[in-house]
Structure formats: C-alpha cells, structure tokens
C-alpha cells in the first residue's frame, strides 16, 4: 500500500473525525437492536416495523405498545425507588408530551441532533434535543348522525360539560392512564378553570376507552364523546361508519406526542447512533407519511398532507386551544385530583 | 431392642448430616451478606460488576496475547519503544492522570489496559472512517502504518504526505490508536461490545471503572468473589431456605418417628420452599411496606388513605358489594344444586353443564354483554321493558351502572362457585338421611328445611364465604361495570394508584393490604372453624340417592329454572356472540351491510395465533406444576399426622384470596433481583402469579379424591414392597386420576384467560389470550373483543368436551 | 297392622331388571324377611314398598290403599310407614331425643305428649340417659337403637328394616335381633326384614322370601325351606348342605363319585339328579350297616365336631356332636347312615346354584 493511499485514508479519516460526530450515516450500517416503546396503536406499530424493516434493513427494531399509564408505570418500576434503575427500552414514544419534561429532569434522556429543527417541525420541541414532536393527536368531540341531529350535540367543549341535555349521554377517556385525556383535561381547566370539572361530572360523564365510547355512539347510549380524531378517522375509512367528528368551536386540542431517546447508561441496548437514526426517520416525510397512515397528523412542515377526511394541520393548528405542558408536569397531581373529585366522585 | 439399636446409627447419620448443612447454610448467609455490604460500600452500580471487569479484562488479554504483542515484535525496537510511550501517553490522558502515575504498569498492561479503556469510549468510529478502513486492501498492514506514525511522534511533520497526521492528538489519536487496535476485530470495536456495555453500565461512572480497571490489573478481583458479589443475593436466599429446609425436615422426622429421608419430604420441602419465595415474601414485603412506610411503624398511610373520601366509599362499595353478591349467589346457587342433583327436573344435566359454563368464562365478558343489555339509555333489556310496560321515558328502569348493576353481574359470574361447591357436598351427603325424613313424614320441602341444608350448612357456609372473597377481589366487571357509573372498588382503585407512579405504589399498597386482611380473616374462619363443624357424612355403600320427585311442581320449576338460566346465561352469551358479526354495534345484525366475519377472521391472524399459543403454553405450564403440589401437598394433608400441615393449604387458599392486582404487584415488586431471584420480565413470573391465584382450585379437587380413597389401599402397596413414589404412581395416581385431570382443568381455565395480572406483568413475547382481548376492548373495538371472547368460550367447551371423553365420562367439572 | 299386598311387580333400570315380577302377601302382623344375596333385589323391593323408587309395572297395596302402581305413587311421606336403614340415617345436628321426635314433631303433636312419648321409646330401647347426646357421641349399636326408637315411635302400620344389624359386631347383633322380634311383636307391627344373614332370617321371620337374581325362589316358614328347598340354590343359602351328582333308575340313586347306591324314594325326580345332604343328617358309627367310609380330616369347634369323611372319591362333610370327637379319629374306617337328603333334578350343579357374583 503506497503513501497516497494511506493519506486518502487518514485524510478521510479526519474529515470523518471533525464532522459532527453521529451525522447522518448510511442505512445499511445501522444496526444492532433497539427497543422502542410507544402507545401508538397496534396496527401502527405493524405498519411502522415494516416500514423501519425496509429502511434500516440491518436493524433489528421492535416495537412494544402499552398505554401511556401502563407504560409509565412500568418504567416508574424499572426506575425504581432511587431513580438509577435501568430500563428496558431505548426509545419512547407516548402521547403525553409531559412525561418528557419529567424524564429529562430525572436525566433519563440522551439528546440527538436533527438537522434544523427549527425550520422543520410545526410544534415546540427540546432545543438540546432531549425530545421532539413526531405526532399530533387531536382532542375532538364526536357524534352519530344516524341517531342524533347536529342540533341535539353540543359543537363546543363548554356546551359538552354544561349542557344539560347531554346528562348521563356523553364519555371521555380516563386521565389516569390516558396521556390524552391527561393533557385534554389541563388544557380545559387552563380554559374554563375547575368549574368545568363540576360541570363535567354533573353532567355524569362516563370514564372509559375510546372504542368503548365509539360503541355508546353507534348504538345511541351516548350523545356526544370526547374523542381522539384518530380514532374517529378510522372508523370512518375501515368501516364507513357515519360516525363525525365535530371540531369545537372553542379550540380543539393538540398533543404533539414526543420522541424520546433514553440516555445510553440506563437504555437496554445503547444503540444511540440507531436511535438518532431512527429519530431523523421518524421526522423525515417517508416517516411522517407512515405517522399519517395512522390516521395522526404530521409535525413536519410544509406537509399538506392530513390523514383521511380530516383538515388541513395548519388549519388545526389555529383552533389550537393549547396546552400548558408545563403546568401538566409539575401540577398534574393536582389537576388529577380535582378531576377525580368532581367527576369519579359519586 | 434389636430395632431400636438397627434405628439409632442411621439417625446418628442423619443427624450429623442435618447438622452440616445447617452450619453451611449458615455460612452462605454470611458469605451473601459480607458480599453485599462489601459492594455497599464500593460505590459501583450493579452487583455483577467485578464479573464483567474480570471478563473484560480477560478479553483484553486475549487481544493482546493473540495480535497486539506479535504486531508490535514485527516492528523495529526503536518503533516498538515509541509505540509503548505513545499508549502510556493515551492511556495517561484517558484516565486523566499523569504518566507518572503509570509508572507500577508494565508495557504488556498498559496496553491492555488500553484496549479496555477504548472498548466503551464514547467516541466510536464513524461509519465513514470504518468504510475506509474497509476499502484497504490490507488493514493490517494499514494499520501497522498508523502505528509506526503513531510511535514516531515527532517525526510527522517531516514527512509531508503525512502531514495531515498533525493535526491529530488528544481524541483523535486516541482514536487512531483505536483504529490500530481495533483493526483485527471485524466490527471494527475493539472488545466486543456486550461486554463493554455491561462493564460501563455496572461501574456506573468513569471513576469508577478506572477504578476497576486498575483493581483488575493488581489482580485485586478474584473470580471467587467476584461471583459471590455478583449472587450475594441469590446465595442469601438459597442459605436461608436451606437452614428452612433442614429445620423443617427435623421437625417432620420428629414428628413423624421415622428417620428416613423419604423422596416425599423432599417434595413437600420443595414446595414450602416455592410458596415462601414466592407467596409468603412479596405478601410480607407488601405488608411491610405498607405499615412501615418510612422505617417505622405508621399507620400515616392508611390514615390518609381511608380519610379520602373516594377511598372509603370504595371500601363500602366493596364490602357491600361482596356480601351481597355472598347471599345472593349462594341464595340462588343452593335451591339450583338441589334441584339438579336431587329431584327429576327436566333437563337436570343440561342446566348442570350451563352453569358450570358461566365458571368457563372470563368475567369481563360477561360484564361487556350486560352493559349491552342494561345500559340506561339504550340497554337491550330497557328497551324491551319499556315496550312491554309502555313506559315513557329515555332512562331506566333498569341502570347497570350502579351499585345494584355490579352486584348482579357479581352474582351471575360467582355463583357458579357456590353451586359447584354446594352440589359437591350434596353428592357427598348421604342419602338416607334424606329418606329417612321423608319416612317420618316430611314432605321434600320439609325435608330440605330441617335435614338437608342444616346439615350442608358448614358446606353452604364455606361455598359462600368463598364467594364473598372472589367478590372483593374481582377488578375486571368493577372496572366495566362499576366506573362509568362512579361505583369505585378496592381493586379498582389499587389500580387507579399504582398507574400514578412511584408515590401512588405506596397507596396502591395500603389499599392492597385491606384486601389480604379480608382474605386472611375470611379464610381463616372458612378453614379452620368451619371445617370442624362439617359433618362428615359419606356414606359407604354407593346407593343411589332417591330422586324427590316434583309432581306438580315439576313443569313450574323447569320453567323457571329455564327462566333464569336464559337470563343468566344464553342471553349474555348471545349478546356477545351477535356483537361478534356486527360491523356498527348499534344497528342490528340484519341490517344491510352489517354482517361481517372479519372480526372473527382476526382471531387468525399471526398476532392472536401467537398469543393463543403463549396462553396454552402458559396455562399448561401452571396447571402441571398445579397437580403435581396439589398431589404432593394432599398427600401431606391426608395421609399424615404433622402438625401445621395444614398451614400450606392455608396458604394456598390464601393465594387465591388474594386479589390478582395485589399478587402481581407483590411480584413486581420482589422478583427483580433484589431478593436474589429475578423472573421479571419473563414467562416465569406469569406462570408464577397464575400458579399463586388458582392452585387452589386444583388442590380442593384432589385433596376431596384422595380423602375417599381408603389408606388401606395405599398401605398393601406398600406392604408388597413400594416406595412412596411408586404407590403414588401406581395405585393412588390411577383411582383418582379424573379428580387429578379436573384439578388441573380447573387451574388451566382461568389461566388461560387470566387478565389483570397479565396486563401488568407481560412481555411483547409473552403477550397471552386475556391480554389480547384486553387490547381489542379497549383499543380495537367491541365486536372484535366479543369475537375473541366468544373464541375462548368455544375454545373451552370444545376442550372440556374432549377431556370428557378421553377419561370416558369421569371427568366433569 | 297391616296387610301389604305386591301384585306383578318389576323394576328396570334402563335395560337391566332388577326384580322380575313378584307376587306377594304379607299378612297382618307377620314378620316377613327377604333373604339372597347382594344384587338380588331385596333392597329394590323394600325400597319399591317405601315409595322411594317407583314399579315398572306392578302395584303395591298397603292395608286397603294403592299407594305404588299404574299412575299412582304415593310419596314416602304418606305411607306411615316406620324405616330403619343399613347406615343408620341418624341426622348428626340433632340430639338423641330431637332424632326421635322428629316424626311427631312433623305432626304437631302437643310438647308434652312429644316428651312422654318419647321417653317412654327411648327407655324400650334402653337409651334414656343418652336424650341429650350427639349422635357422634354415641356407638354404632346405640345410634341403631335411637333409628329403631324413631321407626317406632310413630307407631307405623308397616316397618321395613334395611339389613340393620350388618354394622354391629357379632354379639351385640345377636342380642339385637331378639329386641327388634320382640318390639315388633309387642307392638303387632307387620314387619319386612331384609338381610343376606340366613341365621338372622331363620331366628326372626314368620316367613322367608328367599330371592335370587330378582326372583323369589322360595318363599315359605324357616323350617319349611330349610327341611324341603326347592332348588339347590335354597339349599345352599340356608344352612349347609353337599351337593352329589347321581343318576336316579329303578328306585335306587347311583352316586358315581361315591361308588353307591343310595335307596331313592317316591317322589323323587328320575334321570340324572343332584343329591343334597346337609351334615347334620347322618349318623356316623364304627361300624354296623351304613355306606363305609374313612374320616381323612376332623375339626373340633367345641359344640359340635366337623369331619370329612372319604366315601368312594368323594370327601363327604358330617356335623355330630361335641363330644364325638373322642370317639374317632382320623384315618378310622366308619359307617354312615343318611338320615335325611333331599333330591334335585339335572346334574349340573353349578348351574343350579347361580349366585350372580
């Protein structure tokens, strides 16, 4: 091997070095395993494997579901009590954009580098890239046409908790174990202050799963249901069913649902160059296509594209009620217990 | 004399024995608990942690001996001599110290030492870099290259083609020097990389595993302790059980005047063994925690909990709830038992298999079709009433979201376990007795007021404190039922707690321990008060018991019985079986468009397949490890004279008692290593938690078979010359083999549907049927669920059919 | 007191019959026993009379009253009848006095008849200081007594006893049986006695229903079926008896195993016939006219002595005395004169027997 060669060598060699380290690599060397948390649905997760699968062809990516509470739980678990415990995931993906505030500060994430973060992204994000927005649910309201009139349904969240026509027929999720619901809830006391709790629970809302709710529409038990729009979308294509979505006239609310990456000592496989991988995936539009695949909204500028018969995402964006995630960090117990005593107390 | 002489050298023998293990018992404790305060006081991260810096180390040896010491003997002494300065250098600065702190280390270590440094630096080699190393026709020779630049130093910038080397220092000749090393292995990394990963993780910072580094090269870490460190726990464990075990043992010979070490005892020991570790210590720890919150006793916990009035009501829901659900079920499953096992109804045997039917199923699916029915808007069943009654109005009666509604769906699930227990002892009673009414000139109802049920009282009593028990700890239809309608339960709320985090385990915990106490007193009464009063009235010829005939009443009560059974049973199951076709819940299956068997096509799919296998594999797993403590532990039960042999069937009794949530958070909580076993995340700790909850079941069943078969029988086996083993296979085994295959039907049901306790211990791989039908209640869609519902409703009957006829009829449930 | 009258009656239970049609009378006051084997049908035909099952065809009339047949099936509870079974059925959460007293109870009768009553049974039954005992307190024999008080105290027309006495051990069952003849004589009751315990029905009964495989094979007095059985199955069952095959010609029964002829009489059945004789009905003495024989064993059972005596190539049994046993021994050539036999037709005795095992 002759001298120019070897210059070639050490001189690629540097420029590799002075480049910032962790840039973008070539898909074929991702590899090893990485564990990735979300609670997205399941039939996302299939899809979203096989796209990952066909990306990053080395590398062995699965993906676990549980629910936002379920999930939380069980890393509170694997934390343990002294919050050094290691766990058994590398990645997280969970709708309550909260969680991320609280596992940063308890030094559970690793921080990866997008590029331009700034320009690409439609929603706040972590500027030391601890975590970022890779989905937008959307708090709506829902009703069956075949069984009630748009008359008889409340078209705003104040009229859905004080009208009392609508006593005993309507149901939202359990902000106890749904990160939705969790962020759904402080963005309306924000709103309306902790009355609307009180009117919530005169009204005898019932507390129960999204597909539970979509049954009470169907068969007419409920009027009105306070629902993610995903799942509402999906219905509508899979089964045309004539369920519809009603975006409330005093703001609908977003939850820009995080990625997070968890720092390299406490994550399963310390795979950090897969997950900056997969993070950069996750946000390009290859990725944000298969996000809308799932009946969710992208977070990527600049994409017209919105799931199924929803509405254009910057038109979401403006009817934005917006949720203090700050307040649903650090006044969560509060705001919990608030709820539970207007609403689950009998 | 002659037997007295022939017994004192073989407990001599045993004895010593006996003693030995005791004091190496003793010593296991000591060696844990040295090994456990020693790295206490260590400061490392992980207990496994001289483990890995003895395997990382020995990695390093290997690389060195195998390529970086015959590299460096090709190369010229004076490059040699450089290249070792020039890795006391890196090494010096990747440690942060001076060189001459490295003084004690020869060449040979340090280069070692090196490679392991660099082995989990966080600087790795980009891709980039490793593409070119791969484009070289020789990386060795490359890299021998690099090492001769490395070791010449100064004499670099000389040589302007090699001027770009300059620049490098610090990191990046930390990293070429990585290059150098790592060059040999194929992934480019210079140890591999698990080791690496695991070394990082149990040092926990850079400190520390310099620390251990240099521990390792003064040859500190032996492998000795660095096993008993990395087992403390586990040693600790196995030494306690041990000294358990050999006190236990001398107590049983004592007892028992005999010393010979039977395979018996050490199946029984076994065993004690299993329900300690697993049952005894997550309750213990459980109950420890709750009233010792921070160390001291304090009843801070329940105080706060019980004062919160959402938590009381849920307490008084509970109580109220199950003792209701006790009297109601047991009131209707007493005159059912009577009439299907002792008078000519029509149809005895058909109702008979209906309402053990209702035991078969998942209880949350019988929750999701009486919601279907009696909701208040648009319940089935309201709507009906509404038009037969001409009533006018949207809401009601009837409101399923009440405390009433839970009780009754309570009642239409639980009852079936008074019944089956009720009809049991009825079967058992003796005949006469009854007849013996009649011709004194009782009517047959007479007859049952003041012979039968005083009689069968202790039976009922047992029969319906079990229900009360099954009632309290029931989450799946409070959690369906009891929320949207804001009827809180204990088990409800435990699980509402322990989703809140770290602080709510503590709560979940108090409240947990409410339940354990309600089981403990319920089936301490149960046991061991109400079984001196049963009375004991088999009687010994097999004769038939007299039919009472009905005469008039005959045709009224099988309507009635057809009545109820309809409510109860073909209804709900209808529900869910017509939801299972349905696209919109609610239009009717009729409508156009409306009739779909994708649901049921779903239940195909490689997901359920999978999960369908998980459940079998799981649920089998349980039920064999089940009937075989069952066997073991009713032989003790049975056929011996120990004292306290009653205390692991207490347990066991107690283990279904206890709520499904509180076992499963016991586990979790216990079963991460800390106590030196560690199943979390695995298949065992479900297989665990399903043993636990329903050994019971399968325990009753074959500790009533073997209490009918006569000694006698077991004793001529032995005469002839048998073991114990072999009487147990040979003799026993065989006569009660139906009750054996029922016990273990009766553990693998419930197992294989189980819900709560899955739903907090799975894994992606051990994801089981219960779950999954969890997953499609909540997240999928209704009819899916009753798909799947009514899947392993099928699933079941189809199995207990089978097993029917394999044993030729015997085996009923 | 009263008359049970069974016309024709059967019972099957699927394909199997138990009880092939028997007609029977019971008189007034009589203390009938059926006697067989297990399986014979005795208990069936007790519980048929009871109301506990019900005929397949036939019909059983107690006194003047239908009360199992056709469409009728009066209920046990109607009957009054009085019923003391094998295991007793003394309910175990009462005391002595309230077991008894159940029946009047279910009368209403007033508390103070109830008491006199009932101490008065408990007395007959020499239980009086056991009123307040649990029956687990009590031993087999006396909770036999407190079943038979309650079966009494009714004063029933008709008793049925279920082989009562089976449980006890062999005196206190001997001194049973004379308590129950005599309460039941005392009281006039009319009495159906099952047992498979021939010593039993020949001590008690009035008359004896011998039945074997569901159908009655004898039915007449102790001594009648013992001295005159019809078949050799009844000879068997009562008492003990040897069974020789022989055929009977020219007034003269040839027993080939014997190598004798034994003189026939008239009457007896002609061709190939089985002869029974019972060991008590021989003489044996050293010598004189008898069928020679040699005594190869002898057993002394204190009252009586029992010898095997080889006559040709059979082994012949003969009961005599206690006291004989000085007189022979074994391997003594002997006379034996037949005091008494009894002849059947066919000479298949196995078959003639056929106890359903």
Redesign the interface.
Known sequence: MNMKSLTAVLLTLALALSAVSGALAVNEDIEGKVVIYTSMYPFMIDQMTAALKEEFPNLEAKLEYGGTGDLQTKLAGEMGDDLKGQLSCDMLMVAEPAYSLELKEYGYLEPVEIENPADLLRFDYDPEGYWYPVRTLNMVLAYNPEKYSLEEVPTTFKAFAEDRSLDGHISMGNPLTSGTAMAAIVALSDKYGYDYFKALGENHVMIESGSTALAKLQTGECKAIMILEESVLKIRKEENSPITVIYPEDGVILVPSTVMTIAENRSANANIEACEAVTNWLLSEEGQRCILSGYMHAVRKGMSEYPYDSMDTDALIEKDMGVDWERCYHDRDEIRGQFQEAVTMP | MTRKANRQPARTVLLTVLAGLLLFSSLMIGGGIHGISTFDRSGY?TEDVWSWTLRLGGEAETLYREWTAPELATLPEAEQAGAARAARRLLAEAWHVNETDLAEYTDAQVWKLLSMTYSFSR??I?????K??A????PA??GK??LSVLAAGSGIAENP??S??S??EGA?AA??AQ?FLAARNENATVLSKETS?AF??AA?DEEKEIEAMQAWAAGTVSPLNAWVTEHARTVILLGALLMLDVILLFILLRQEKSWRVDLKWMLILLIVDFLVVFQLLPLVYLLIRAFFPSGMFSLETFRRLYTY??NW?ALTNTLTASACTMVLGTAIAYPLAYLVGRTNLYGRKFFRSLFVLTYMVPPYVGAMAWL?LL?????TINLLLRGLFGLRIT?GPLNI?SLGGLIWVLTTFYFPYAFITISRAMEKM?P??E??????????F?TVL??TL??MTPSLIAGALLVFVCAASCYGIPSIIG??????TVTTRII?Y??????G?NDATGLAVFLILIALVVLYLSDFVMAKKQ?V?V???STRP?MV?L?KWRVPLTVMMGLFAVIAVAVPFATILTTSFK?????SLLEE?NFTLNQWNALFRD?SLGCLKNSLLFGAAAATIGAVISCVMSYLMQRTRIRGRKLPDFLITLGSGTPSVVIALGL??TM?GQFGVNIY?TAGILIVAYLIKYLMMGMRTVSSAMSQIHVSLEESSQISGAGWLRTMVRITGPLIMPSIAAGWFLIFIPCFYELSMT?LLY??ETKTIGYQLY????????PQ?CAMAFGILLFVVVLNFVLNRLTKGEFTI | MAKVTIKNLTKSYGTAQVLKSLNAEFQDGEFVTLLGPSGCGKTTILRLIAGFEQPTSGEIWIGDTLVSGGKTLLPPEKRDIGMVFQSYAVWPHMSVFENVAYPLRLKHTPREEINERVHRILSVVHLEQYASRLPNQLSGGQQQRVALARALLARPKLLLLDEPLSNLDAKLRESMRFEIKDLAREQGITVVYVTHDQSEAMTMSDRIFLLNNGEVQQCDTPSEIYNHPVNPFAADFLGKVSFFSGTAEKGQILLPDWEQRIPGREGDPAGPVTVGLRPENFRMEKDGQGIPGVISRMYYLGDTTDYRIRVGKAEVRVILDGASHRRFQPGDTVRLEILDRMVFAGADVQDQLKIRT
Request: hydrophobic share 35%.
């Open positions: 991260t600087k790795k980009s891709s980039a870099g490793r070119s190393i484009a070289i026709e020789d020779e490359a290259q690099m083609a090699l770009g080397l620049v490098l990046d990293m070429t290059v990963l990082t993780r926990g009035a959402m009501q279907r909701n208040k808007n648009v319940g809401e979201y003796d006469s007795l007849e013996a009414s009649r011709i004194a000139g009782a009517s047959p007479q003041k012979i005083p009689i929320a949207p309608g804001n009827v809180h509402e322990y989703g809140l985090g770290v602080k385990i009375y009235t009687s010994g010829k007299a005939d005469r696209v919109d819940v609610g239009k468009g997901e979790i909580m991460r995340n739903t894994t992606s997953q499609y209640w909540t997240f999928t869609s209704q669920a």
